[in-house]
């Protein structure tokens, strides 16, 4: 009998197909980091391969305080988020996935229904990651009977809301005071995207609410940045939170635009001018007439320390105007002032041609939408003619004339040329 011999192999076989055991462990160790996050005590090389496996969905707990690396936390925000810019986060991405998480939480957050201890775990793991919050929604407690309370207002009544029982916001003081980094508090009192359940007291910032946001505030002696936008504060309200900040030895920023303050609140803001260090304060789309305007123009007279000054979208009239104008032929620290929308008309006109001729400090005007007219504007223009440091003049619809605006915008040009080559020629100094 004849007998044949076979041998059959694999063709794709090869040894190297067979993983390492280091491969098999840094396996295992990816698979159960949950359950034992062992990262410190590996080789750099071995710590590289495990956090690049790392799922992203793992819980906080356990990859806040322990991974640092960017790359990681990086993949975290492209994995949650669709547009992710790192440059409005010091260029950290540990530091955006941070600050945006926390932010949707509190945009999320119903008082009497969601439980506070989701906002408070998140303390001890974010507290070192969190410079600057932006909330852009705050949502009121779900009403109980909502059908009920529909049929008993009238469409006309649920206007003007239901008042303020039971619609008090998230109190932010227990975890802003605990954020020891934060510098930036961005908020807005309302709700997004509401449709065709739109109610007025939706928007309700209520004195409550107040009440506990200027305590908190006060509490912050890091923060620099302080907005507090389309919020319906009030005179009562922002007399409140000034009452707070006076004193604040950080806050450089102020901003509580496209809010209900008339001339009392003006007036606070005034004092708040006179006792601390803005340097940026942002009053657009308010209700501030002339009495408030002096006032605030009176602050500025002797102060030393802000630099831009916006009243867009005011009415301080010709009254208000002056006294701003007659506070900048003193005041030798304002850069830019923007008194656009405001009512004024020629005698604010005349007067600015005085801090024209005089004021060296002054690099930004706007007067736009206002009613200058062309007496005012030559006037302007007659100020202008040995002004140096005004590198920007908006006299858009301001009723100068077009010749006029003309004239004033090559002398405008002039001096920004410049003092583009005058930063060409001697350079900023960088701190050692």
Not at 37 to 64: F, M, N, W, Y
Not at 249 to 274: F, M
Not at 300 to 307: F, G, I, K, R, V
Request: aromatic content about 6%.
């Amino acid at each position: 009998s004849y007998y044949t011999h076979r041998v059959i192999e694999d063709p794709e076989w090869s040894l190297a197909t067979v993983p390492h055991l280091t491969e098999l462990c840094l396996q295992h160790i990816v698979h159960n980091f949950e359950k034992n996050p062992i990262l410190d005590c590996l080789l750099p090389e071995h710590q590289r391969k495990v956090l690049d496996r790392l799922s992203t969905g793992l819980p906080l707990t356990v990859t806040a305080n322990l991974i640092s690396d960017e790359d990681y936390w990086k993949r975290c925000c492209t994995d949650r988020w669709q547009v992710c810019d790192i440059s409005n986060y010091g260029d950290s991405w540990k530091r955006m996935f941070f600050e945006r998480h926390l932010e949707n939480v509190l945009k999320c957050f119903i008082p009497n229904t969601t439980d506070p201890n989701q906002v408070l775990e998140l303390i001890p793991l974010c507290k070192d990651y969190v410079w600057k919050l932006e909330v852009d929604q705050f949502l009121p407690p779900v009403k109980v009977d909502q059908k009920e309370e529909r049929d008993d207002v009238s469409d006309t009544g649920s206007d003007f809301g239901l008042g303020e029982v039971s619609v008090h916001h998230y109190d932010l003081g227990d975890l802003i005071t605990a954020l020891p980094h934060l510098e930036e508090l961005h908020l807005t009192y309302g709700v997004k995207d509401c449709g065709m359940n739109f109610e007025w007291n939706l928007f309700n910032f209520t004195h409550q609410d107040c009440c506990n946001l200027a305590v908190a505030v006060k509490m912050c002696h890091n923060l620099k940045v302080f907005k507090l936008t389309r919020s319906k504060v009030d005179d009562d309200k922002s007399r409140l939170l000034v009452r707070n900040l006076l004193d604040h030895p950080c806050l450089v920023e102020l901003n509580l635009s496209h809010n209900l303050i008339r001339d009392k609140g003006a007036r606070a803001v005034g004092k708040l001018i006179s006792r601390s260090r803005l340097e940026t304060l942002d009053l657009c789309n308010n209700q501030i007439r002339h009495m408030g305007a002096q006032a605030l123009a009176q602050a500025l007279a002797e102060n030393s320390t802000l630099t831009s000054l916006n009243l867009r979208l005011n009415c301080v009239e010709d009254e208000g105007g002056e006294a701003i104008g007659r506070a900048l032929l003193t005041n030798t620290t304002l850069k830019s002032i923007h008194l656009g929308s405001n009512n004024l008309s020629e005698p604010t006109a005349t007067l600015f041609s005085q801090v024209l001729a005089q004021n060296t400090t002054l690099t930004s005007i706007n007067f736009s939408c206002n009613h200058l007219g062309l007496d005012g504007g030559k006037q302007l223009l007659d100020g202008l003619a040995d002004n140096k440091a005004l590198t920007e003049f908006d006299l858009r619809l301001a009723e100068v004339g077009q010749e006029t605006e003309y004239l004033i915008h090559q002398i405008v040009w002039a001096n920004r040329e410049a003092a583009r080559l005058g930063s060409l020629q001697h350079p900023p100094t960088k701190p050692l």
